[in-house]
């Protein structure tokens, strides 16, 4: 049991680690195109390829090392309206069972997304942001991290839904 508390307590510095970074890369959007309309307005010229900037590296690194902390608060819709109405063995088990698809889907977006990261390093993937190419790899893998920590999560979280025998995702533990 010790080391499921060390792996928990490495989790959770990862997630707020992830839950910085995204905070950092919404402060610099915001500070880039904040820059970028000044600049339009004031000089009558913007950075050149700033939109391609902001999609390509600006959101990724907003919204993926962010995916395991939204989990964690439940914001993320589930069924509880419709599962809470039945007895607590029934919520007990379409817990379970709505974790193990959250898993499955997942995992499968993971080694998907985790696929394409590589493949795109390997061919050279870039964009085209003022008329130079911008190489994507930076921010091709994010998003295989970002589903990895919330991987870890889903374990975690369905662990602890075994052990403590929780109804709801946002039920305390005992």
Known sequence: ????????????WIKKLFLVISGIALVGMMLFISLDVGLRNIIGSSIPG?????????MPFIVFPALAFV???????????????FPNQFQHKANLCLRIIDLII????????????????IQGKAFVAGGNLVPLYPALFIAPLGVFVLLVEIIIETIKDIKFKRLFPDQVDE
Do not use: C, Q, W
Not at 1 to 12: P, Q, T, W, Y
Not at 50 to 58: M, T
Not at 106 to 120: E, N, P
């Open 71 to 85: 989990y964690t608060t439940g914001i993320l819709p589930r069924v509880l309206n419709l599962v809470s109405k």
């Open 1 to 12: 049991m010790k080391l499921i508390n060390i792996i928990i307590a490495i989790h959770e």
């Open 50 to 58: 700033s939109y391609e900037y902001a999609e390509n590296y600006f």
């Open 106 to 121: 997942f995992t499968l977006i993971f080694y998907f997304s985790l696929k394409y990261a590589i493949d795109g390093t």
